[in-house]
């Protein structure tokens, strides 16, 4: 059973950086690929990040250029580092692996999630 925790989100000014964190517990780097998605107050979640077993990553065209997704292996966390935030950037920020080779967009692929971690951005 995979587990996971986000960390490191909070309140940031526009122009700003965060770096988001997720701890996986029960991980396996090799039949895990991993995401990250956002979702905010009545809206459906948004695919932000992905990182293959192969280590191939892709990103989504609406943070391209500002956010980069990484994992380290040896300590089974995955990373989201966020630059140039803007006020709609805010949202709550999920952690989210597959029993797969090759994540997906879908959030229905997914068979794990974390709790979540709140990113706001001000203006």
């Known amino acids: 059973q995979v587990q996971l925790q986000e960390s490191g989100g909070g309140s940031v000014q526009a122009g700003g950086s965060l770096r988001l964190s997720c701890s996986a517990s029960?991980?396996?780097?090799?039949?895990?690929?991993m995401g990250w998605f956002r979702q905010a107050p009545g809206r459906e979640r948004e695919w932000v990040a992905t990182?293959?077993?192969?280590?191939?990553?892709n990103v989504a065209y609406s943070v391209k250029g500002r956010f980069t997704i990484s994992r380290d292996k040896a300590k089974s966390t995955l990373y989201l580092q966020m630059n140039s935030l803007t006020p709609a950037d805010t949202d709550m920020y999920y952690c989210?692996?597959?029993?797969?080779?090759?994540?997906?967009?879908?959030?229905?692929?997914?068979?794990?999630w974390g709790q979540g971690t709140q990113v706001t951005v001000s203006s």
């Open positions: 990182i293959d077993t192969d280590g191939t990553t």
């Open positions: 029960g991980y396996s780097s090799s039949r895990h690929c």
């Open positions: 989210a692996a597959a029993d797969a080779l090759r994540c997906s967009m879908w959030s229905g692929d997914y068979n794990y």
